[in-house]
């Protein structure tokens, strides 16, 4: 009986890492994550799935950790989700920014090239990396990015083609555009959309303030995206591919839905504050995912207004719980 394959997935507590485990257990593989030392991020997300993984210490800033972990791990794939993606946060901290999200991509090749050069390696692209380009955007629309993150992307991006180029790796890029899902960090302002009408139509805030309400993304589930993510390492050869619905949403039209889940009028508590606004604003992003769907087969299964639904209905149940708490606890 053959081994079972062997995945490595870095960024493996994060909301894409818990998804790809999920889904490379189903898969029937054996699955390592690679986990900071000095990470004070939890691993709530892995609840469900924490005893069938293989947890191992490595950063992307210490590429004598990632020759241990690809050592260790003998993997035949190699998922990069590690970053430090909270696109803020890249203009406030560039040059942590940059050390994570561009460089460690390099020390990781690095390390691949050293340790594990026959596995599959793929890398977390974004949209973000189009920023500025005329929509739709496709694996051939120029990139021009609008965000620190967006930049530091773009290096990881093509750090990857010119290894694959160079190096014969198996290497390649999802250049996946927004995906949510009730497991999305609070920051992101989808999270912080859906748990606002959730606290507020509970009576635990009365309004939430926002940037940009005119943005328009491509929003999907990341339980699909993750999907085409292990869909790409299969094929005969390796190529970068544009994930996407196809479908644009304002951030407006997000809080109308979300709030109207719960019954309320979002006019009446969403307000916009200048402190959001991002320095250098990305508009309009909408994906062409067509080579995705001709040769990979993929298709997003949950549409955006599921999506939505799926986000504030366990932001209810958290908020219901943190209400009947607080109740309880309050003297007679």
Partial sequence: ????????????????????????????????????????????RLAGI????????????????????????????????????????SWSEPVSTAEATA??????????????PKARFYQASTSEMFGK??????????????????????????ATVNYRESYDLFAVSGILFNHESPRRGREFVTRKVTRAAARIACGLEHEVYLGNLDARRDWGFAGDYVRAMWLMLQQD????????TGETHSVGELCELAFETVGLDWSEHVRTDPRFLRPAEVHHLVGDASAAR??????????????????????????REEARSGAQARPD
């Fill in 1 to 44: 009986m053959s081994e079972p394959p062997r995945a490595l997935v870095t960024g493996v507590t994060g909301q894409d890492g818990s998804y790809l485990a999920e889904f490379l257990l189903e898969q029937g593989y054996e699955v390592y994550g690679l986990v900071r030392r000095s990470s004070s991020s939890n691993q709530e």
């Fill in 50 to 89: 924490r005893d069938r993984l293989h947890l191992l210490s490595g950063d992307l800033l210490d590429p004598s950790s990632l020759m241990s972990a690809l050592a260790q791990a003998r993997p035949s794939e190699v998922y990069n989700l590690a970053a430090q993606s909270f696109v803020p946060t």
């Fill in 103 to 116: 460089l460690g991509v390099t020390r990781l090749l690095e390390a691949l090239r050293a340790v594990a």
């Fill in 133 to 158: 380009a005329a929509p739709p955007q496709s694996e051939s629309t120029p990139f021009h990015p609008r965000s620190p993150y967006g930049v530091a992307k773009v290096y990881a991006h093509w």
């Fill in 237 to 244: 050869e390796p190529r970068d591919y544009v994930i996407a």
């Fill in 294 to 319: 001709r040769e990979l087969g993929w298709r997003p299964r949950v549409s955006f207004a599921e999506l939505v639904r799926l986000m504030v209905e366990k932001d209810l149940e958290e908020a």
